[in-house]
């Protein structure tokens, strides 16, 4: 059974690898699905897979990498696509 979330990450999360940080985390967790910069400076992401997997990341959303200073993660439920990989897109 998968489980599939879409999210908006916001506070100071662009410019500080956090996308690639964040698709290392997704590919060491199994979780497919996408990430990418938001026009009003936030990063938005959609993630699918194992639920406890799912749930790891979204987790490791609320601190991100070192740079990374985190204010909120919206978390909403998504629409499994049935995604195979994990991908940076462009905002």
């Known amino acids: 059974m998968s489980k599939a ?3 908006r990450i916001r506070g ?7 996308r690639a940080y964040a698709r290392q985390q ?3 967790l199994g979780v497919a699905g ?3 910069n938001e026009p009003d400076g936030s990063v938005g992401g959609h993630f699918e897979g194992a639920p406890h997997a799912v749930d790891a990341l979204v987790a490791w ?8 200073e985190v ?3 919206e978390v909403s439920e998504g629409t499994v ?5 994990f991908e940076i897109r462009a905002g």
């Open 71 to 73: 204010e909120h993660v």
């Open 12 to 18: 100071m999360v662009q410019g500080v690898s956090f």
């Open 5 to 7: 979330v879409d999210l």
């Open 26 to 28: 997704a590919e060491g």
């Open 34 to 36: 996408w990430i990418r």
């Open 81 to 85: 696509t049935g995604a195979s990989s």
């Open 61 to 68: 959303c609320e601190h991100g990498p070192s740079y990374a």
